[in-house]
């Protein structure tokens, strides 16, 4: 092959990988999954933004560790003003649920992200939803993985703190996009 058609595919390769770089999940190392995190987890940084094809299937998401797969419904927003992105994460044995959110309602929001698993297993956590409109996320508590990556789902449900109106519904396997 010429010189020039290789640098050429391999700018291509570099630009349709790199999005799936940038949405690595979780920090390298085992984790330990019997001390659950005393309040959620929040991202100063701007979520990652999965190709909508990758959003709907399983992938691997290069990290510098071992591999991280995730399954992500669309990206959704509210006539109010909340963005979210839900995914189900799973690396080793571990799997997890993790929300990006971004709250431009000016309000301070209460949500709540639910990942079920096989027979039964669900694990909540609650989130604490600023009045800042910066991206952000929440994530349950990894746990040990009890079955394919297939059988979980993770749903996230923002309501608005005063009147605790449900204001978005966000998927995992959502399978179009819609707001409440």
Do not use: I
């Not at 394919?148 to 959502?174: H, I, K, M, T």
């Amino acid at each position: 092959m010429q010189p020039r058609l290789m640098v050429l595919l391999g700018v291509v390769a570099v630009t349709v990988l790199l999005p799936f770089a940038g949405a690595a999940a979780g920090p390298v190392g085992d984790g330990d999954a019997k001390s659950p995190p005393s309040t959620p987890s929040t991202a100063p940084s701007a979520p990652p933004t999965p190709s909508p094809s990758a959003s709907r299937e399983p992938s691997l998401l290069a990290g510098l560790g071992v591999a991280t797969a995730a399954r992500c419904g669309p990206e959704l927003s509210s006539p109010d003003g909340v963005e979210a992105q839900t995914c189900v994460l799973r690396q080793g044995h571990d799997t997890w649920a993790r929300t990006y959110y971004r709250n431009a309602t000016g309000e301070q929001l209460a949500a709540v992200l639910t990942v079920m698993g096989p027979a039964g297993r669900t694990v909540q956590m609650h989130c604490a939803v600023g009045t800042e409109d910066e991206p952000a996320a929440c994530e349950t508590p990894r746990e040990r993985s009890a079955g394919a990556a297939a059988e979980y789902s993770a749903v996230a449900e923002f309501a608005a703190g005063d009147s605790g109106s449900l204001l978005l519904r966000s998927g995992s396997n959502s399978a179009a996009p819609q707001g409440s």
